[in-house]
């Protein structure tokens, strides 16, 4: 499975990714599923991918062949951010018709949520469905999710606004991370990070983390532990002020 995490802040964008394709029992399969387009000054995109492998790299490929042979629509020529994400759902259909109605069984359906900025334009960040439509991160939830993303909600929830650090949300996107990781094993490491400054039209900060490197190791453990000291400090259910009249006794 997958789980890719995204947010758009005042200051910038950040994504977050995980890489495992594959969670058999003898056999685990890596993959990036971040992909990084221009950085030139003028423009930059970061798409992470979630679904049908074969449809992900294929969607990649058809993007970055139509930039090279200035084949419209592509991204090279996309007037804003959501134009760029019109390019990338039109790509998504396109590959996904190749292969559907293949095998009654097969699903060739891929996610995708993509973000980025055109010159001086604001910043967006897009959720792509597979059926080539998407959705603008809104201002009450500046994140997006694709994959796995029950395990690692609450805490952006709780964390994430427009007016929190590009650095914060990072960190904040990772510890949604470690807490899928937690949960459920079909989601893994190597882990992708990406931060980029609003503006900066650069390719931004780009980090590859292993399943012990020495950060996500820290931030784990810290993170355990700030959560066992925060729990040790709840009021007991008797201590709490709950009136009596709200208190139902179990039958026995």
């Known amino acids: 499975m997958t789980y890719c995490v995204a947010a758009i802040v005042d200051e910038g964008l950040a994504f977050v990714s995980d890489s495992r394709t594959n969670a058999g029992v003898d056999k685990l399969g890596t993959y990036s599923k971040m992909h990084r387009f221009f950085g030139d000054g003028e423009r930059f995109f970061a798409l992470l991918s979630a679904g049908n492998l074969a449809t992900t790299q294929a969607v990649i490929k058809h993007l970055q062949r139509n930039i090279k042979n200035g084949q419209l629509p592509n991204l090279a020529t996309a007037v804003d951010v959501e134009d760029a994400a019109e390019c990338v759902g039109l790509a998504s259909i396109e590959e996904q018709k190749k292969y559907r109605g293949s095998r ?10 993509f973000g980025g900025q055109i010159r001086d334009q604001e910043p967006g960040l897009f959720m792509i469905y597979p059926e080539g439509n998407y959705v603008r991160a ?46 459920n094993a079909t989601v893994g490491p190597p882990i992708e990070a990406l931060y980029y400054d609003k503006n900066s039209q650069q390719t931004g900060i ?3 983390l292993e399943e012990n490197h020495e950060y996500l190791v820290t931030l784990r453990e810290s993170w355990g532990a700030r959560l066992q000291e925060a729990f040790q400090t709840l009021p007991d259910l008797q201590q709490a002020s709950v009136p009596s009249a709200s208190i139902i006794p179990m039958d026995r």
């Open 104 to 113: 009654s069984d097969f699903s060739p359906e891929a996610t995708f949520i």
């Open 138 to 183: 809104s201002t009450s939830a500046p994140y997006l999710q694709i994959g796995e993303v029950k395990y690692g909600k609450p805490i952006l929830d709780r964390i994430i606004t427009h007016s929190t650090s590009l650095k914060d949300a990072g960190k904040c996107l990772l510890v949604s991370m470690d807490s899928t990781l937690r949960s």
């Open 206 to 208: 780009h980090y590859l």
